[in-house]
């Protein structure tokens, strides 16, 4: 066996041992629906209160990775959106194509970037509302 592999085996069961109760984000035993609010438990089906939540971390990243990339994709399809509707010489019919697809993840990162973002960073708990739930599922699914 490796003498490393054995020391480093050995120093986590030993840190292990001095602190038991150390965990990396949730304690065992809770649910991913524990944190659902009472409006919003009707709209969720019962198998998904058999998995654990998400470490937080996780959450927070991925709401600071949305920003950066929803500032970029603003930014990128208002440019493009821009150029092409104003600039008589990229008026084809081929780039229509390419403003109307622009116009629709603008449109998409309009109405599902704040929420998103807002959302990963309370924890992933949607505290809108089941209305709102309802309408941010629909304006996604357009």
């Not at 041992?17 to 438990?41: C, E, R, W």
């Not at 998995?51 to 991925?62: E, K």
Request: glycine share 8%; proline share 7%; with cysteine.
């Amino acid at each position: 066996m490796n003498p490393s592999l054995s020391f480093n085996t050995t120093l986590i069961r030993s840190a292990r041992a001095i602190q038991p109760n150390v965990h990396f984000g949730y304690p065992p035993g809770v649910s991913l629906t524990d944190f659902v609010t009472d409006d919003m438990k009707a709209l969720i089906h019962p198998h998904w209160s058999k998995f654990p939540p998400v470490n937080p971390m996780w959450h927070y990243l991925l709401g600071t990775i949305y920003i950066f990339l929803g500032v970029v994709s603003l930014f990128g399809n208002g440019v493009v959106i821009r150029l092409f509707t104003k600039t008589k010489g990229l008026r084809s019919t081929a780039n229509m194509f390419v403003v109307n697809l622009a116009f629709s993840d603008f449109c998409m990162m309009i109405s599902q970037f704040p929420m998103f973002v807002h959302n990963s960073f309370n924890g992933g708990i949607w505290l809108f509302g089941p209305a709102a739930c309802e309408l941010y599922a629909c304006l996604g699914m357009i």
